[in-house]
Structure formats: structure tokens, C-alpha cells
């Protein structure tokens, strides 16, 4: 449902506690896909360290700023 979402400017997800592949899943559907989109917020989540650097590197140089708690 999020790919290609021409509009949306800003995802914050919170409580909803993410692990680490559901984190990558999201980012992979907005990033490169959501033209708009310029935070990313995956609030308090389980996505691990290895994860949250991963994620942190697919988004580098792009123009989503990421939140990570």
C-alpha cells in the first residue's frame, strides 16, 4: 500500500513494534517509490542494530530523513 504513494510527505509509525523485517520491508516500499516522502519515522521498534544500520545505508543520500528509536 505504500509503494509508489505520489504524495505522501511524511510516515511516522509508532507502537506498532516493528522487527527487523518489517522495518526493511518498509523501507523498501517508500524508498526510490514515494517521491514526496521526506521522514521516515519508525518510532520505538525491535529492529536490531545490524538492521537499523542497514536501513541507515539503503537510505544514505537520499532525501528521507530517518528516525530510528
Given at each position: ?10 510516515l ?27 521522514k ?12 537499523a ?17
Amino acid at each position: 500500500a505504500l509503494a509508489g504513494h505520489r504524495v505522501l510527505q511524511s510516515l511516522e509509525l509508532w507502537n506498532v513494534e516493528l522487527d527487523d523485517e518489517s522495518g526493511l520491508s518498509i523501507v523498501r516500499a517508500v524508498h526510490g517509490s514515494c517521491p514526496r516522502l521526506g521522514k521516515l519515522n519508525l518510532g520505538r521498534s525491535l529492529i536490531g542494530p545490524l538492521t537499523a544500520k542497514r536501513i541507515e545505508e539503503m537510505l544514505d543520500g537520499s532525501s528521507i530523513r530517518l528516525s530510528l528509536f
